[in-house]
């Protein structure tokens, strides 16, 4: 409960309405109070503040579906990339085919990896967790979790050039 205020100023501020709002807090205090077991150390803060935010985009893509209001998306409502092109606008097919064409190449490229580089350059890069986070998660020296990690950047580059 000391959050409550935190939580409700988030989503209103994603739902835009008082009532949508409060049900949205409800709904993410519950799910909140489900998963409490799940919750490491003493940052509540953060974490119930990430619940409020997923069941707030959640009941947007629900009363949307497809709808009014756009939630930000970094990939598709990010800047172009500085390709030299300044008359290309991120949202146009062609951009968003390369970027398809791009990721698919890049995913195909990660499933290629041995396992513990994969894994590691997906805890690093994709899930963004700390040096010292892939260390407790893999149960490995940090050093170990370096060298996995040069290792599998080297490699990936190497994979994407081949294609």
């Not at 590691?120 to 893999?138: G, K, M, T």
């Amino acid at each position: 409960m000391p959050h409550l205020d935190a939580a409700y100023n988030l989503a209103r501020w994603l739902t835009r309405n008082d009532s949508d709002a409060q049900d949205v807090v409800q709904d993410a205090y519950l799910r909140a109070f489900r998963a409490f077991d799940g919750l490491r150390g003493d940052v509540a803060r953060p974490w119930l503040l990430a619940i409020v935010r997923n069941t707030s985009l959640s009941w947007l893509a629900r009363r949307n579906h497809g709808g009014r209001d756009v939630i930000y998306d970094e990939a598709l409502h990010g800047d172009p990339d500085s390709d030299g092109d300044a008359g290309a606008h991120p949202l146009d097919p062609e951009t968003l085919a390369m970027r398809a064409q791009d990721r698919q190449r890049l995913d195909e490229a990660i499933a290629r990896l041995p396992v513990p580089f994969r894994e590691v350059l997906i805890l690093r890069e994709l899930q963004e967790c700390s040096y010292e986070e892939i260390v407790q998660i893999l149960d490995i020296p940090a050093g170990t979790v370096m060298s996995r990690l040069s290792r599998a950047r080297a490699r990936l580059v190497a994979l994407l050039a081949a294609q």
